[in-house]
């Protein structure tokens, strides 16, 4: 810093051509006195629309605060049905204590699952649509899982008891 100088945030040297921000504006020029007329000019004023940017979020409800939807099971209804298509492809078949499990499961998975997808219905724009439709159709493919797997193994047992060497030691 030069002496002298004003220091940081101070006035600034008019020499730059940045002019000072603070400073009295300049008088207006004066009329012309050969002037014939006042011209009078009327502005007509414009109805501003809204600017709406691209990337905002749309408003729900029309009335720009804050809307509230009722909650729903959705979410829980979607792990239970997840939690049940584990049990089917960890437990094997439909005969063991797991396979139970996910059989129970699957049956609560899917009376939340609808009891979300009634709710988002009657709310339209709910954040968990999507996802209440993701658990009805991940419960009902666990459902026809079970299914196919109990009818192999019924199958499977009907021909093994109908096999005449079952049993026989050889």
């Given at each position: ?52 940017s691209p ?62 997808k009634g ?52």
């Amino acid at each position: 810093m030069q002496p002298g100088a004003p220091p940081y945030g101070g006035p600034q040297d008019p020499q730059y051509g940045q002019p000072d921000p603070y400073a009295q504006p300049a008088a207006p020029a004066a009329a012309p006195a050969a002037a014939a007329a006042p011209v009078v000019v009327v502005q007509q004023q414009q109805q501003q629309q809204p600017v709406i940017s691209p990337y905002s979020q749309p408003v729900v409800g029309g009335g720009g605060g804050f809307h509230m939807y009722p909650s729903t099971s959705a979410g829980v209804a979607l792990g239970l049905g997840i939690g049940a298509l584990s049990s089917y492809i960890f437990g094997g078949c439909c005969c063991n204590l797991i396979c139970i499990i996910g059989i129970i499961l699957n049956v609560i998975g899917l009376i939340m699952a609808y009891q979300a997808k009634g709710v988002v219905s009657m709310n339209p724009g709910h954040p968990d649509t999507g996802q209440a439709g993701n658990a009805v159709m991940v419960n009902w493919i666990a459902v026809g899982i079970a299914v196919v797997v109990t009818i192999i193994l019924v199958i499977y047992v009907f021909v093994l008891m109908n096999d005449p060497s079952f049993g026989s030691g050889y």
